[in-house]
């Protein structure tokens, strides 16, 4: 099952999400937040999607919100969904700036909408593995190429490097994002100078 967290300062609401969702997902909704919007991070790192409340800070408890929180997941995961199901919707799409899907939150309310919440859901979640497996397969068909003795073309030199970046991009934490941006760079520096090099070439013997 795909597992879902979902966070929201106001508990008059967990028991109506948890009767929403729990029976198609992998519902958590933790019963208390961090204080420091840094912290959320260790609450949500294992979810495939995150649904929080735009006004996470709407009781004064909390001084942050809903986009706040997605900022910083995007910090560790680039890619990880994140919806924001609010009752200040007009609010929410005005002033929200890291998050694409902002909804209402009669979707957890209405049978109609709770199926479309579950299929935007599966979708977003469907769309965030196809794109991490379309990566993993790229790269794996690239190496066993480089390992029988073959030379990348320009294209799959390219095709690699975004693979690499996106998987990169999946754990922002990891080592392995500097290296492959430095790797990356020297990469694109030496075509430039190759291009350049062969442009001179041809200028030469055309004279």
Known sequence: MIK???LDEEKGWHSTVYEALSTRFDLDIPENLPHNVEDVWHLVENAQIIIADYRLNGDGTLSYTGDEVAK??????????VFIITSYEDNAIQECTETQIIRGKEMFT???????LCLM??????????QKQ??????????????AGEVLTP??????????LYLSELDMDSSLRA????????SKIEEMI???????????QNK
Not at 121 to 130: D, G, L, P, T
Not at 194 to 204: D, P
């Open 4 to 6: 879902v967290i979902y």
């Open 72 to 81: 910083v997941v995007h910090k560790h995961n680039k890619h990880l969904p």
């Open 110 to 116: 209405n049978s109609d909408l709770i199926d479309k």
């Open 121 to 130: 859901i599966e979708s977003a979640v469907n769309r965030y593995n196809a």
């Open 134 to 147: 379309k990566s993993e397969t790229c790269i794996k068909k690239l190496m066993d190429k480089i390992k």
């Open 155 to 164: 294209v799959e030199e390219s095709e690699r490097f975004d693979a690499e």
């Open 179 to 186: 290296n492959l941006m430095t790797k990356g760079s020297f």
């Open 194 to 204: 190759k291009l350049a090099q062969t442009i001179v070439v041809n200028h030469q």
